[in-house]
Structure formats: C-alpha cells, structure tokens
C-alpha cells in the first residue's frame, strides 16, 4: 500500500511539474524582458514591448549582420518586438541614428529620457545571457 502512495504522489508531482512548464512555455520569452521593464521603469507593455523593438531595428540597420544575430539569439522573441514597433507605429521606416530612436520612444507616448533606461535594461539582459561583449551591442547599436 505505501508504494501505491508513492507512486500516485510520483504522479502528481509529474503532473504539476508539467503543467507548470506548459504554462511557462505559454507566457512566451517576451514575457521576462517586458515584465522587467515594466516593473522597473513603470512603463506599459506596449510601450515596452514597442520600445524593445525599436531600439532592435536600430541594431538591425547600425550592427553587423552576425552582430545582431548575436543579439537577436540572447532576446528571446526578438522577432516579435520589432513587428510590435512596427505594429504600434513606433518604426514607420528606417530609424538611422538616436535622434530616430527617440521619435520612435515619442510615438509610444514615452519622452527621450526612456531612451537610456531602457538601452540599460535592455544591455544588461543581454549581457547576464551572453556575456559582456554581447550586452556591449546593446550600447553599440544606439550611441
């Protein structure tokens, strides 16, 4: 009998263990990243999301092209922040340099201080899952 216990407490445990990964998996890699900066900077996810987004197209036009896939690979659903600026109307074309990128942060209701916070943020999350020189690209693409 206590075997059979054992064994159903396996089970659940495995069960929970599972449900829990599939609710991870469901909140998406964007979910880390965008609570960090909305719980750090007040920000909203939008305004998060589209400000990530924005400052990775900026990467994308000023970076090598194996320096952003760099990048891109530390991000989880990079793709998807930048559609998102697109989507919310904060990249409408090339953004060139920092003084595009801080009419894509006004576009997002969001004044040119944000720039650097989130160009911190974001270099550090690179930088904790990749190393210093990848967090570096961070700061490379905006200056």
Known sequence: ?????????????????????GAMQSMGGTDILTGLLTNQLGVTTN????????????????LS?????????LIPGAD???NTAKD???VTGPIKDRAGLTS?????????DM??????????????????PAGNLVMQAVQ
């Open 47 to 62: 305004q998060a999301m589209g400000g990530v987004g924005s400052i990775l197209s900026l990467a994308k036009e000023r």
């Open 88 to 90: 919310l109307g904060a």
């Open 104 to 112: 894509a942060f006004s576009r997002l209701g969001m004044g040119s």
């Open 1 to 21: 009998m206590r075997q059979g216990k054992a064994w159903v407490a396996c089970l659940v445990l495995t069960a929970l263990f599972q449900a829990g990964c």
């Open 65 to 73: 092209s194996m320096d952003f896939t760099t990048l891109t690979k």
């Open 80 to 82: 998807t922040y930048m």
């Open 115 to 132: 720039v650097p916070k989130f160009t911190q943020i974001l270099s550090d999350f690179v930088g904790k899952a990749g190393g210093q």
